[in-house]
């Protein structure tokens, strides 16, 4: 069913010191695991509208066994000091299962726009849900590999419908327990943060910066 994802994003400069805000405050470690996440895309038609389109895998950090997967629609994002997108998601219950679909869109002509690895930790402190994303490597066909840091992502993820006003103060509350304000909102995506590594941000035609 679709849902609408509020988020607000914030670079984290000291993993350890964040680990230990969370553990002072009584947060709940949710779980945690390995993410790879494919974006595709066809002649840059999603990414000119801000749209997402991505298979994700998640492992075990130690095994690298399969957890779980998921087949995700993201809408173009809203907002000003948090992100608000329309998300569509759909498990994917083994890798074969992944390998079909990947096999599906190349056919349909979509190819890998980048690909993730990161270290995935959900911690949740009272109504808030934060994604703890560690040492985030992204790459793009035929482009090098890069270290784009550690990001902390205050979400709520609902079908309730929250006043804008009401939504800021919940996302930001709960990151300035954790001693973030919000002038270190980080609205770029992690491909835009990559591509800026790159300084290949103008590589997509017809695209604002805002609107990337």
Known sequence: MPFREYEA???VEND???IQKFDNLGATLLRRVLQRDNYYDIEYCLT???ELLRIRLEESEDTHSFHAGE?????GREGEQYEVREDISVPLTSPETIKYLDDVLKRLGFRKLVSLIKHRE????GKVDFEFDRNIEAQAINRPKRLIGSYL???????DEYLPDEMELILWDSLEHLGFDRTQLKWESYIELYLTQLNDLDSIPSRKKRDI
Not at 122 to 125: A, F, M, T, V
Not at 153 to 159: G, H
Request: charged content about 40%.
């Open 9 to 11: 994003k914030v670079f």
């Open 71 to 75: 087949f995700s629609w993201k809408s």
């Open 16 to 18: 350890e010191n964040l």
């Open 122 to 125: 959900r911690w949740r402190l």
């Open 153 to 159: 992502q205050a979400t709520i993820e609902t079908d």
């Open 48 to 50: 000119k509208r801000d």
